[in-house]
């Protein structure tokens, strides 16, 4: 198989429409440590993209979980990052893309999918439809206070990584959300009162 792919956890390899996620160790952590998180993400992966799916959100169909191996095996999405495409794209694209973006945001809280790591270089952009990969960070929780920070590292990737494009983005996505999630205001909400909180905890560091 070849490498596509090499994260801060986990290497990507492909083989045709195959993709391996395999999570090598850390030798930074405790190896007991180190072998408990890299096998609960991997089987945490593996609910949760079976769950978004469910919940009508394009992801790749789990094929098989060895969580011994640290490995999970999927479809591959051919297509390419958000991250890398951002720059390339006029107002409209942008708009269309990025309240379907808001939209699957949107299911997945709905139904108390918590993403954990909602970027640009998370979602994927293939035959005209967004995908939403790498839930190893996520969890199902209904708390208004998981969504909101969700909310909170979308908004602070596109602030950094699109600040060109800040405002037509999040100005769909969250368009998108609304009409998806009926709890989007309490989110919203939430994910400025965390953003404050930080904001005074960095102001006082
Ligand atoms: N099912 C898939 N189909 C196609 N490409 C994929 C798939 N899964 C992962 N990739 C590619 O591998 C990259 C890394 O995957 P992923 O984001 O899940 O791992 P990661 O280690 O958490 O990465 P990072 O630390 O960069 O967030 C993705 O950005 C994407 O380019
Ligand atoms: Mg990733």
């Keep these: 198989m070849e490498v596509i792919a090499r994260g801060a956890e986990a290497v990507?390899?492909?083989?045709?429409?195959?993709?391996?996620?395999?999570?090598p160790p850390k030798r930074y952590?405790?190896?007991?440590?180190?072998?408990?998180?890299?096998?609960?993400?991997t089987r945490r992966e593996a609910r949760l993209l079976a769950l978004a799916k469910r919940a009508g959100v394009p992801a790749p169909v789990v094929l098989d979980v060895d969580p011994e191996e640290k490995k999970l095996c999927m479809s591959?999405?051919?297509g390419e990052k958000l991250s890398r495409l951002v720059g390339g794209m006029e107002v409209p694209e942008l708009r269309e893309v990025?309240?379907?973006?808001?939209?699957l945001a949107g299911r997945l809280h709905a139904k108390g999918i918590i993403?954990?790591?909602?970027?640009?270089?998370?979602?994927?952009?293939?035959?005209?439809?967004?995908?939403f990969i790498d839930f190893g960070l996520?969890?199902?929780?209904?708390?208004?206070?998981?969504m909101g920070t969700d909310l909170l590292v979308f908004r602070k990737c596109v602030r950094s990584t699109h600040f060109q494009q800040e405002e037509v983005i999040l100005d769909a996505f969250f368009s998108g959300y609304r009409s998806t999630?009926?709890?989007?205001?309490?989110a919203i909400e939430k994910m400025h009162t965390i953003e404050r909180r930080g904001r005074y905890f960095e102001d006082r560091g």
């Design 115 to 131: 993403h954990g790591d909602l970027t640009t270089a998370n979602m994927l952009l293939s035959g005209g439809r967004v995908y």
């Design 76 to 78: 591959r999405v051919r």
């Design 29 to 41: 952590r405790a190896p007991e440590l180190d072998e408990h998180l890299r096998a609960t993400r």
């Design 12 to 23: 990507v390899y492909a083989d045709g429409d195959v993709v391996v996620k395999h999570r």
């Design 181 to 186: 999630f009926a709890g989007a205001e309490r």
């Design 98 to 103: 990025f309240a379907t973006a808001g939209v």
């Design 138 to 146: 996520g969890e199902v929780s209904t708390s208004h206070e998981a």
